[in-house]
C-alpha cells in the first residue's frame, strides 16, 4: 500500500476529528476507509484520491447528480453530495446514516 497516501489519510484524519478503521477497498485512484467522527454520532467512509484529475471527475459525477436530484439509480442508493472543499480538494457525500469524504492535498 502507498506510504504517502497513508500518511496523508492520518493527517485528514486527525485534522478532521476522525477515527479511521478497516479498510474498505483500495485501487488505480486511491483508497477508501471506514471512520467515525469523534466529535458526533456516525460512521463514515473516507477516500483519498492519489491524484488530482480523478479526484476532480468524482467531484463533478457527484454535483452532476445533485444538480439532477438523482438519488437512486436502477434500485440502488446514490450517495447524495454534502460539501466540497476546493481549498484540500474534499467533498463528502451520503445517504442517511452513512457519509463519504474524500480529501486531496497535492
Request: charged content about 30%; hydrophobic content about 40%; aromatic content about 10%.
Amino acid at each position: 500500500m502507498d506510504e504517502e497516501l497513508l500518511e496523508l489519510a492520518q493527517r485528514y484524519a486527525t485534522r478532521r476529528r476522525i477515527t479511521l478503521n478497516e479498510r474498505l477497498g483500495f485501487g488505480i485512484h486511491g483508497i477508501v476507509f471506514a471512520a467515525e467522527d469523534n466529535t458526533k454520532p456516525g460512521f463514515l467512509a473516507v477516500k483519498f484520491h492519489r491524484e488530482r484529475a480523478p479526484f476532480e471527475r468524482e467531484c463533478r459525477a457527484y454535483e452532476r447528480l445533485r444538480e439532477e436530484q438523482i438519488i437512486r439509480i436502477l434500485g440502488f442508493n446514490v450517495p447524495q453530495l454534502v460539501w466540497i472543499d476546493e481549498g484540500p480538494k474534499a467533498f463528502a457525500s451520503g445517504r442517511p446514516g452513512f457519509q463519504i469524504a474524500s480529501d486531496l492535498e497535492r
